[in-house]
């Protein structure tokens, strides 16, 4: 009998580990490991002061589902300054999608006319791809670039996101289609 009551602690015990162990998996790490998947670097074009450092807010997402943000006050960011968060399974996997989809590349647009004051970099660390453009209307990026920008403020922006809001903002929006001659209005 004791055996019996031994081996019975023992399992109620694995079991315990074992269901601990899932729900502390299941949380993402505040402390993200390794090189991010996504970061998008803004800053400004120069320094306020001479010899003052430029200031920068710095969105990074990294593959075990972590984000993490960092702002400066020059921007206008509220406290605190430095955030994380965890990024749902779906998400992350549109997120990631919207990345392998993402060519990295300038494209021809119509020129804006506002001023621009901040440069961007956007970056797959992991890919060794870069791209560096203008806020609010500088050089436009490729469809896919641009989607992923948007997926991956929406995914570390907080809050709750429908699936379907996600996809919509990750996945590439389809060109507008202009009405040809040849081709009549349905």
């Known amino acids: 009998m004791s055996r019996r009551l031994v081996l019975a602690t023992l399992a109620a015990i694995a079991l315990v580990g074992a269901i601990d ?21 803004e800053s400004g074009f120069a320094a306020p002061t001479p010899g003052a450092p430029v200031p920068r807010q710095i969105l990074a997402v990294y593959p075990d589902g972590t984000w993490t943000w960092h702002g400066d006050p020059s921007f206008g960011d509220a406290e605190p300054l430095a955030r994380t968060g965890c990024v ?13 989809r993402a060519r990295f590349r300038f494209i021809t647009a119509p020129i804006c006319a506002a001023v621009n004051d901040r440069k961007v970099v956007i970056e797959a660390p992991r890919r060794g791809e870069r791209i560096v453009t203008e806020r609010p209307c500088g050089r436009a990026t490729d469809r896919g670039t641009a989607a992923l920008a948007a997926c991956a403020e929406r995914v570390a922006g907080g809050g709750d996101v429908s699936l379907d809001d996600l996809r919509a903002s990750c996945r590439l929006a389809r060109p507008a289609r202009e009405l040809s001659p040849r081709r009549p209005a349905r």
């Open 88 to 100: 749902a399974p779906a998400a992350l996997r549109e997120l990631t999608a919207a990345l392998a």
């Open 21 to 41: 162990h899932a729900t502390a998996a299941a949380e993402c790490r505040q402390r993200p490991r390794g090189r991010p998947i996504y970061r998008a670097t």
